[in-house]
């Protein structure tokens, strides 16, 4: 069987009113998957960065005139931005817990996979109206996607970028797990949230600090234990993440977990990179992880932009 190769990116924070540079880095990052062969590309949410409509459709296009586009060649989950958005300039900190009080998550979610409805044409979904969690057969292969981003709450998530996986999430994804069309084929869950704990990122400027300090607090997936649990009892073998801004291999409750949160935004003046995967019947003789460094696009205009605005998770 022909091995299909998966590309694995996230947190594109796509915003060509305010950073053009991102689309350009996207066209590039794409470009570098076809020259690989990719024959599968997975997002893991934040495709936009104000999560504004214009934003995704922005992505959306870029993503279709590089051929990654319809279900059998494009997955994607949702992250908070798309949803809550992100503060662009730093006096924002201060009022942006009200912004997020004021969205419309159902909305914002339903706008997120009505753009993306191509790449949802082949999802099962479990109970018929709910976007999420779905399930996608790409070959021996079962992606499955989970929104983690919490609902805002002044306690639990007052900037939005607090995850969780509800009860009745939970329990339709046990169904889908149980689901005999999985038996026999590997199981990639694809979330927007991670299952360690990051390193502090530092950023330049000391309202990017504070900020950094206090989305610390607030970047936690609430009841990961409890999904890493069924994940292991049914034997998921990756877990495809974002959230922060990192690229990164590690094990977490028996599990092995791939961020690509350094697709286009890496902490630290690291390089960017994603993750390729060669997915075979078997996996054997295959390298079944490679770290991939596009060509990086550095925008004349860079240094005149970062003192200004925050990079947020």
């Known amino acids: 069987m022909k091995s299909t190769i998966i590309a694995h990116l996230s947190d594109l ?5 305010y950073y053009p540079e991102r689309s350009a880095m996207l066209h590039q990052t794409l470009r570098d998957c076809n020259d690989r062969n990719v024959d599968h590309l997975v997002i893991t949410g934040d495709l936009s960065h104000l999560g504004e409509q214009e934003e995704l459709e922005e992505c959306a296009s870029i993503l279709r005139k590089h051929g990654y586009w319809d279900s059998s060649r494009l997955t994607v989950t949702i992250g908070n931005h798309d949803i809550f958005g992100g503060p662009y300039f730093a006096e924002d900190v201060l009022t942006f817990p009200g912004r997020c009080r004021e969205i419309d998550y159902e909305a914002k979610v339903k706008t997120f996979n009505d753009i993306f409805a191509p790449s949802f044409e ?41 995850g969780d996986v509800d009860d009745l999430q939970f329990s339709r994804l046990n169904g889908i797990l149980n689901d005999s069309r999985l038996f026999g084929r590997r199981i990639f869950v694809l979330t927007h949230h991670h299952f360690h704990t990051p390193k502090y990122l530092e950023t330049c400027s000391m309202m990017g600090k504070l900020w950094q300090r206090i989305e610390g607090q607030t970047l936690k997936l609430r009841g990961k234990k409890r999904l890493l649990g069924l994940l292991r009892l049914h034997g998921v073998e990756k877990i495809l993440h974002g959230h922060v801004h990192e690229h990164t291999e590690y094990r977490a409750g028996g599990v092995t977990c791939l ?11 690291h390089p960017r990179m994603f993750h390729v995967i060669g997915a075979d019947a078997r996996g054997r003789n295959k390298k079944t992880m490679e770290q991939r460094r596009p060509e990086l696009y550095r925008p004349p205009s860079t240094k005149a932009i970062m003192p200004r605005y925050i990079f947020s998770t």
């Open 13 to 17: 924070h796509i915003n060509r009113k």
């Open 122 to 162: 082949s999802a099962i979904h479990p109970s018929g109206n709910a976007f999420f969690p779905f399930v996608k057969l790409i070959g021996d292969i079962a992606m499955i996607g989970i929104n983690t981003i919490a609902q805002w709450s002044a306690i639990k998530n007052p900037l939005g970028s607090n």
């Open 259 to 269: 961020n690509a949160g350094a697709s286009m935004l890496p902490a630290d003046e």
